[in-house]
C-alpha cells in the first residue's frame, strides 16, 4: 500500500491532480470536498506519536495522549441530526463516515493499547484542556473536601513496539477507505510539504506531490466576502462561496502576501524521490508532459485508465487560469502581487 499526499499552498488546484489520476482502476481517489486532516492537525496523530517516542515527560505524555483521543472524537463522529451532544462537539469532518464507520474504533483500538497503567489522581494539567465550567467544578470540589471529583485518569504509555503498532493500524484504517483494496491511496492534505520529512519517520511508503499556482490566480479566484461582489461570477470557481477561501485573506494583500510567501518558502521546490511539484497551470498547458512526470514518479502498476465523470478536464480548467487578464477590479492588488512575488508568476 501506497499513501500518495496531494498537496499545495491553499487554492492551488491540488484537486486538479487528483481527477487526473482518479481513472487508473490500482489508484483510489477521495470526494473532491474530502481532506483527511487529522495527522497533520495540532494535537493529531504525529503530533502524538513524536511526543510519545521522543519526550520523557509523564505530563506531556498523558497530555498528548488525551488531546489526541478528545480530537479523534471530535473530528471522528458522525453524528445523526437528532443526537444534540454529538453535533455541539463535532467539528464536522465525521471521519467515521468516510472509513465505514470503522475510523472511531480502530483509532481508540490503537490508543488503548498503548496503555500500560492508568489511575486515578490529582492531575492539575487537565485543566490546560478542559473548558471553564470543569476546572471551576474541579476546584470547588476540591475545597469542599470531596477530592475524588477533582481526581482524573493519568495514563502511562508503552513505547515498545510503537512503529509495528502504528503501521498497522495505518493499514487497517486505510483499508476501510473502499472494499476494494488498491496499490495507491491519495489524500487529500495528509500533511503539509514541509512536513514530509516528519510523516516519513512513521509512514514507510510515503510520497507527496505538490501543486503550486501563479499568485495572482489564487488571489482572483480565491475573493471573499464582499469582494465577490465585485467581480465578474465567471472568475470564480463554484465551490468559492465567500466563505470557504477565506483564509487566505484576500481582504488584506499585504497578509495574503506575507501567508503565500511564508508557505511557499517552506517548500523544497526541488524534485526528489519521495516529493514532486507540479504547475497548476502544466497540468493544463503540458498536459502530456506533466502526467509523464506524475506516472513516472508514483513509479507502479496503475491498472487500466477508465474515464469517469468527473474526471480531469484541462479545457474546462482553462477557465480558472490568467484570471487577471479577464478581470481589472483589484489591478492594483495584482501589481502588488507581480512586484513582491515575481518569482512565483506563471508568466
Known sequence: MKIVNITGVGNSGKGAAVDLLRGYTEIWAPKSNFEFDFFRVNGGMIDFLEVLKNDKSQMRIDLAFKKVRKNTLKMGLNPSILNIYGNLISTSQRYDKAFNNNFLKLTYEFLDELILYKTKAFWPYDRLETSIVENFLSKISLRLGFENFSFSDVFYLNKEDLYRKFDD?????????????????????????????????????????????????????????????????????????????????????????????????SINLNDSENQIVIKFEDLIFNLDKTKEKILDFLDDDLGNFIETSNQFDPKKSQNNTFLWEKENSYSNEIKVIENKLSQYLYH
Open 169 to 265: 493500524y495505518l493499514n487497517k484504517l486505510i483499508s476501510n477507505l473502499d472494499k476494494k483494496k488498491y496499490k495507491v491511496y491519495l489524500l487529500n492534505n495528509f500533511f503539509e510539504p514541509c512536513h514530509i520529512n516528519r510523516f516519513e519517520n512513521w509512514i514507510s511508503d510515503l510520497k507527496s506531490i505538490v501543486v503550486i499556482r501563479d499568485p495572482r490566480d489564487i488571489f482572483l479566484s480565491g475573493l471573499s466576502g464582499k469582494q465577490i461582489k465585485n467581480v465578474k461570477s465567471n472568475i470564480l470557481p463554484s465551490e468559492n462561496d465567500g466563505i470557504e477561501k477565506s483564509f487566505l485573506g484576500t481582504n488584506n494583500i499585504d497578509f495574503f502576501i506575507e501567508r503565500f510567501k511564508s508557505n511557499i518558502s
